[in-house]
């Protein structure tokens, strides 16, 4: 097991377009996080899965956006018509419980044109 | 409303030199806090995890502090070292359901030569 893994690391896109991540959480985490950060700011909820189960969802997270964990295990975060305000690092992190750190991903940074 | 604010905001540093980094936070009742180190570019790795009756922990060169009384905590690096230049984040986790956890801003060290 390597730990959080994110893909891709890297994503460029023009304003308007459809874009997804992955995360795949540390194996039998069964707590899985979607975090957005911008530059000289600390990591800002977005989401959080217990299972396959949606729990809770920020006020960050517009109709635009939408995560899913279909079987429990990887995650995906979409993010359809882009705008330049989306740009920012999107983390991914897992957990075995909530008293136990936050395992992250290494995130996926997205540049909107 | 849930804040943790951390100062100062960027600090630079002689290598070999100590260091204390401040975070105070007004989560009420937490249940844990949590100082992570980001590298440019990378998801946050933990380096502590405190609860509300531990005072200090150790990792390395790394000595979290916690007085519960004032809502404050410290990060004391010591012997800096070149690859200690990173933003550090405090992280308090609300001892309330599914709350989700509460980010600092984090303060960002660089370590010169």
């Known amino acids: 097991d390597t730990g959080v893994s994110q893909d891709p690391r890297h994503k460029i896109t023009k304003r308007g377009q459809n874009v997804t991540f992955r995360c795949d959480p540390i194996s039998e985490h069964n707590r899985l996080y979607w975090y957005r950060q911008t530059l000289g700011q600390g990591p800002e909820f977005l989401t959080y899965f217990q299972n396959e189960a949606q729990l809770e969802k920020s006020r960050l997270l517009s109709d635009r956006f939408s995560a899913e964990r279909p079987k429990g295990s990887f995650s995906t975060l979409e993010i359809q018509r882009t705008e330049q305000g989306d740009s920012a690092m999107y983390l991914c992190?897992?957990?075995?419980?909530?008293?136990?750190?936050?395992?992250f991903g290494s995130g996926t940074q997205l540049s909107v044109l | 409303k849930n804040q943790v604010e951390q100062s100062p905001q960027s600090l630079i540093i002689l290598e070999g030199k100590n260091c204390t980094l401040q975070c105070n936070y007004t989560v009420s009742p937490f249940s844990n806090l949590r100082w992570y180190k980001q590298d440019t570019g990378r998801g946050p790795v933990s380096l502590t995890i405190m609860t509300f009756s531990e005072n200090t922990k150790s990792n390395g060169r790394y000595t979290a502090t916690l007085d519960a009384d004032t809502k404050q905590s410290s990060l004391h690096i010591t012997a800096s070292q070149l690859s200690d230049s990173a933003s550090y984040i405090c992280?308090?986790?609300?001892?309330?359901?599914?709350?989700?956890?509460?980010f600092g801003k984090g303060t960002r060290l660089s370590v010169i030569a």
């Open positions: 992280v308090v986790l609300p001892n309330s359901g599914n709350t989700p956890l509460v």
């Open positions: 992190a897992s957990s075995p419980g909530v008293s136990v750190g936050l395992f």
